[in-house]
C-alpha cells in the first residue's frame, strides 16, 4: 500500500458496490456484482490481490476532490513537466436521476485522464484478480477489448492505446498533452448470463452520471451548521446504499483492522438493522426521507413475519439471513492484520436494542410513512410485542461481543426506546389494551435501568448490569430521550466517560479499546450538547471531523495518538454520527427555533 495507509483512499460508488481508489491513482478495492460480493480488485488487503493505477512516471504532487455535489473523483498529478487530472467513477445507468439512481447500474468503472498544462508521461498497471486474489484469468485481446474471464466473472478493458500483456498483468506507458484526454471503460458482466455490454462513451457517460448525483443531492436541502461537511456526508451514505433494494451497508471493505496486526478484523458489507435505521434517522436531518415507505417495507420483508424467535439484526443486502463466516487464506491481510473474512457471524446474536433503533427511526419519520403498509405496520407492532416478551433477557449487546451475553445498560435503553415510540405511535399500531401493556413494560424497563445499571462505587452508569467498567455505548441514554443529560448522574457519567475514554473528543468504547471510536465521538459532542456545553461541543465536534481524510470520508475507528485511521472504510457509523451531531449543535444555536431537517 502506498504511504497514507485506509485514510488514502476515496469512495466510487454505483448504487450496486463500491471501489476505492488511493491519492497515487490505483483501485485497490472493487467487488462490481454488489458490495458483498468476491472482489476483482483487493489489494487493500494484499499487495498481490489485484489493481489497476494510472499515474505519471515521475514524481508527482496530489490534489484531488469530488466534483461538486456527487461521488465522481477528480486527482490533481502535478509533476516537474506538468499536470494531469485523472477522474474516476463508477456509472449510474445512463439517465437516472433523482431517487432512481442506483437502481439498476451497469457495473462500469470509467477512468479519464486529461491533460492540464505541459507533457506529463503516465504509467498504466491492470493486474485484476478474480475472487479474493483466488483466481488468476487469462488476459486476452478480443473485438478491440482486454478480456479477462475466470468462473462467473467477465471484466472487459477498453483503452485507447495498445496495451502489453505479460501474464496476468496488462501495462501501457503514454503521454498526455495539455487539452489531450485518454479514457479507459472497464465493464463487469456475469459471464454466463449477460450479454457483453455495448460501448460506452467514457467521457459522456462520466457527464451523465455527475448529473444524476447531482439530481439527487438536490433532495438535501440541509440548512444548518456545517452544510457542506453535512451534504457531503448525506452522499456518502447514499452511497453505501444498495439501490436496488434499499439496503445499507456498514461500509465499503472487510476486515481492515481495528488495530494494526489485531484479528479483530469484521465483513462489514452487509446491512444491520441498526445501521439501516440511523442512516434512515441522518438522512431525515438531511432532508432526504421521501422514500422511508419503500425503505420500511424492504426491512419488513426482510425481517418477515416475528414470531418467538429473536429478531434478526442484519442480512444481505437483498434480504439473506446466512451469513456464515469463512476465513480467506489467500489474503495475507491489511498491514499483515489477519485474518481476512467473508461473512458475520454477529447474524446469529440476539441483540436487544434494534427493536428501539427501527421503531425511532419510523416515529421520526412518521409523516413519510402515512399512510402505512400493512406489513410495516405489522413490523412495527411485532417489534413492541417481541421488547415486551424478551427485554430482560441477556444479549451480545451493540458491540457484538462474542463471550457470554450480558445484560448491557445500552441494550436495556433500547427496549425503552422501542416501547416509548410505540405508545407515541397510539392507536397507529395498537388498540388501548396493546398501549396500556406497553406502557407499563417501558416504565418498568425505566425503573430497573436505573436501579441497576447505576454502580455508586464508579459513580457513573456502566456498560452492564453489575459492570464496573465505563463503556461510551451509555451516552445513548440522553440522545435517545432515557435521562436528561443535566440529570445529575447523567451529568457525572458523560463527564467520567470524556475524562477517562476520551483523548481530545476522541472517545474509545471502553477502557482497552485500541482506538477510539468515531460514532461514539459524535455521541459525546450531542451530550455536551444536550447539557448545555455548546462551545465546548461544538470545539470537540471540529477536532473529531478534522480527523477525516481529504476528501471528508472516516472510518470506523481512529488512533487518538496519531489520528490515523482504522478499521473498515468509509464507515456508516462514523458519517451518521456527524450528521446528527451537526445536526444537534444546529437546534442548540437555534434555541429551538424552525430548521429544515430534524423534529421530534
Known sequence: MEAGGIAAHGLLADGRSAALVDRAGSVNWWCPERFDAPSVFCRLLDVGGGHW?????????????????????????????????????????HGSRGHAIGCRSPGILVRSVQGLSGTVPMELSYCPRFEYGRRTAYLVWRDGELTATSGPTTLALAAPMPLTVSGA??????????GQRETFVLAYRPTFHEPAAQPVDGSDALDDTVAGWRSLAAHHDYQGRYPELVRRTALVLQGLTYGPSGAVVAAATTSLPEELGGDRNYDYRYAWLRDFSLTLRAL??????????????????????????????????????????????????????????????????????????VLDAAWRLRDYLDPMRPEVRDLLRSLAEQTVRRWREPDAGMWEARDAARHYVSSKVGCWTALDRAVRFGDRLGDPGDLARWTATRDEIRETVLREGWNADVGAYTGAFGSDQLDASVLLMPIAGFLPATDKRMRATIRLVEERLSRGGLVRRWAGDPAAFTLCSFWLVQCLVLAGERERAAAMFENVVSVANDLGLLAEQVDPHTGEQLGNFPQAFSHIGLISAAWELTTAASDGAAQTGGGS
Open 169 to 178: 498483468e496488462a501495462t501501457a506507458r503514454f503521454t498526455v498533452g495539455a
Open 284 to 357: 431525515w436531518v438531511a432532508a432526504c426521507p421521501t422514500e422511508a415507505n419503500r425503505l420500511f417495507g424492504w426491512v419488513a420483508s426482510a425481517v418477515g413475519r416475528i414470531g418467538d424467535e429473536p429478531v434478526p439484526i442484519m442480512f444481505g443486502v437483498e434480504g439473506e439471513r446466512d451469513l456464515t463466516e469463512r476465513r480467506i487464506e489467500t489474503l495475507r491481510g491489511y498491514a499483515d492484520s489477519s485474518p481476512v473474512w467473508v461473512g458475520n457471524e454477529a447474524w446469529r446474536q440476539h441483540q436487544l436494542d434494534v427493536s428501539g433503533e
Open 53 to 93: 493505477w494510472i499515474r505519471p512516471t515521475e514524481h508527482f504532487e496530489v490534489h484531488r476532490d469530488y466534483l461538486p455535489d456527487s461521488l465522481v473523483l477528480r486527482t490533481v498529478f502535478r509533476t516537474a513537466h506538468g499536470e494531469v487530472a485523472l477522474t474516476d467513477g463508477l456509472l449510474l445507468e
